[in-house]
DNA sequence: CGTAAGCCGTACAGCAGTGTACGACTTATG
DNA sequence: CATAAGTCGTACACTGCTGTACGGCTTACG
């Protein structure tokens, strides 16, 4: 939104913040320590918004080992930060699911599947938490819709093959496996789950509740 | 919990607010002005803080129809304010569901309770948020438990039945029935489920995912 | 090896919210 | 109807956060 009007009136472009946020890519104008810089600040960012959502652009200054008026020079504001964060967390998962294989039984592929996802949503529980706080929720969805495709894709698959129920709607199916998932986190997260039985409770509990209802009764 | 030291100090007790909060009750001394305004506050914080979490004290009193300083008079604080809501909210829950028939066939009592949680759930979801904004999660999840109570009762006794599933612990069960109306929750809010479709949508997955496996693979 | 890009700390302005103090006014209640 | 309980607005002190400005220093890079 605030690069828009920058890229306009700086013909020379790239000489402070245009596209090359993300510590990959080819910014070449960029000095390399700068770019170290922000790649220090999404992770240190990351990892304390997980552990405390309201930390202060202080908190994650110097939790990059970085001066806060650098941290402002790479990110206009709290909000542009925390929005960099989050998609930098999607993209990380996304590129997490992308390695899982969701051929073959429907069944084993959803297992497959809750097996890669569940701890990256449990580990970014907070983070989510931070992120509704400030960002706006079309936002939020946005990125989300895009990380959910997967499952979507995976459950339509399995309601043509009559593997999984065709009464309710595939977006609620959708619902209900993200649902499941983020109970977990928060239950271990509460002390009342231990992280080793998680798993095999969101798969056990999810594979009943998307199987075919039996006509009996 | 913060008002023992209060009662040590103040011999006289009850001059302000010692348990007279709620507007039921004997409370001798306070004067019936002083209790409406107690009871308009929650009120007006109820509904408030449902739509806006961050709603600040001025604008909680500006809603009451009360001065600011009047509601700091009765509620020392920000946090007390939001714990008083908060138990407000369980209580009528609570009351809600003590009139929910849980005798007789275990699904359609399941039905029943659904029908009964789903909505009060889903017009507390904010306050939620703001009470894990500011409250410790030990006291919200004390709150929480008691309204679960019933949930697992139920649960137990379909177990004992053999109507529900043994295979996973009921622990986990009542998560998977909080997790799925919380989830139901938030796509209405975010439109994307209407009203009228959501109880039976949770209602059918929540006993798929209740009913025992069946032997058959 | 010079220069510009980038870093740093400090300092400032602004804002919003929380709690508290005070004095004057209103109203239940006996 | 007198009095104590309660309310009201205004004002103040304090805290914490955001975002910006400035000048000096470091360092990457050609």
């Given at each position: 939104m605030l690069d828009g009007s920058d890229d306009m009136e700086d013909p020379v472009a790239g000489t402070k913040a245009a596209d090359g946020k993300d510590q990959a890519g080819g910014s070449r104008g960029r000095r390399a320590d700068a770019q170290r810089n922000v790649s220090a600040i999404l992770e240190a960012a990351q990892e304390l918004l997980s552990t405390d959502p309201t930390a202060s652009m202080q908190e994650v200054a110097r939790a990059a080992g970085v001066g806060r008026v650098t941290l402002y020079s790479h990110f206009g504001s709290r909000t542009e930060l925390l929005d960099a964060v989050f998609t930098r967390v999607m993209a990380e998962a996304?590129?997490?699911?992308?390695?899982?294989?969701?051929?073959?039984?429907?069944?084993?592929?959803?297992?497959?599947?809750?097996?890669?996802?569940?701890?990256?949503?449990?580990?970014?529980?907070?983070?989510?938490?931070?992120?509704?706080l400030e960002l706006p929720q079309g936002q939020i969805r946005e990125h989300h819709d895009r990380a959910l495709e997967r499952v979507e894709s995976l459950i339509r698959r399995g309601r043509r093959n009559r593997t999984f129920r065709t009464d309710l709607p595939t977006s609620w199916l959708v619902t209900v496996f993200y649902s499941v998932i983020h109970g977990a986190?928060?239950?271990?997260?509460?002390?009342?789950?231990?992280?080793?039985?998680?798993?095999?409770?969101?798969?056990?509990?999810?594979l009943s509740a998307f199987a075919p209802p039996v006509p009996a009764t």
């Open positions: 996304d590129r997490a699911l992308a390695d899982v294989d969701l051929t073959g039984d429907e069944p084993q592929a959803l297992a497959r599947l809750v097996r890669s996802s569940w701890r990256i949503v449990q580990q970014s529980r907070l983070l989510l938490f931070a992120a509704q986190a928060d239950e271990i997260n509460a002390g009342r789950l231990t992280v080793e039985r998680a798993p095999n409770l969101i798969t056990a509990t999810l």
